[in-house]
């Protein structure tokens, strides 16, 4: 059957724009409003990373399983035993997704509105999209498959990053001129766009 797990608290808005499964089984819930909360003894409790006022844009897990939060003008944090932790200081940018690459130890990919970039604790730099395709202005979702590629969802079709390589999807090709609210690479490395 299904399970409602309510809010501890009264929030303003009751939408829900992820949720993840750390690796020790704690559930997290990213909420409409920017606020994090964590399920404790089957109640959704507001978790605090740096202030009550944190907007947290976007939550992803490294490839241990730990959780990370991006924070609007603030950066990228990862919890550990002692808590919070700031890993990649980006102030310049909302993050509106983000993953931690296979291509190397410590490199994050993200989209945010002025583009994808790449960056660790030391560099911060911008991957440029071909200018051919202007009508995909606005990147929605990031993803990375079994062979280490880019699937990036656009407000119209798809890229796919592999190596230096950059190919447009969009219904020319037998995809879709539709916005890409989502993406996920399953065991079997089937990409799933939403």
Known sequence: GIINYKFKDKVNTRSI????????????????????????????IAQQIVSK???????????????HAAIYKSGIYGLDKTGWK??????????????????????????????LFQCNAN???????????????????IVQDHHKNLWIGTNKGAFLISGQSIKYFNENN?????????????????IWFG
Request: overall charge negative.
């Open 17 to 44: 724009m992820q949720v993840l499964c750390d690796k020790n089984g704690v559930i997290w819930a990213l909420v409409l409003n920017s606020k994090l909360y964590k399920l404790v003894n089957n109640q959704l």
């Open 123 to 141: 560099y911060l730099k911008k991957i440029t999209l071909p200018e051919l395709y202007p009508e995909a202005s606005e990147l929605t979702g």
């Open 174 to 190: 037998g995809f879709t001129n539709e916005r890409v609210l989502d993406l996920y690479c399953d065991e079997d490395n089937r």
């Open 86 to 115: 700031l890993n990649v200081n980006i102030k310049q940018h909302y993050i509106k997704k983000f993953l931690f690459s296979d291509q190397s130890s410590g490199t994050i990919n993200f989209i945010s509105e002025q583009g």
């Open 53 to 67: 006022d944190d907007m947290i844009t976007s939550i992803a897990l490294d490839k241990n399983g730990d959780m």
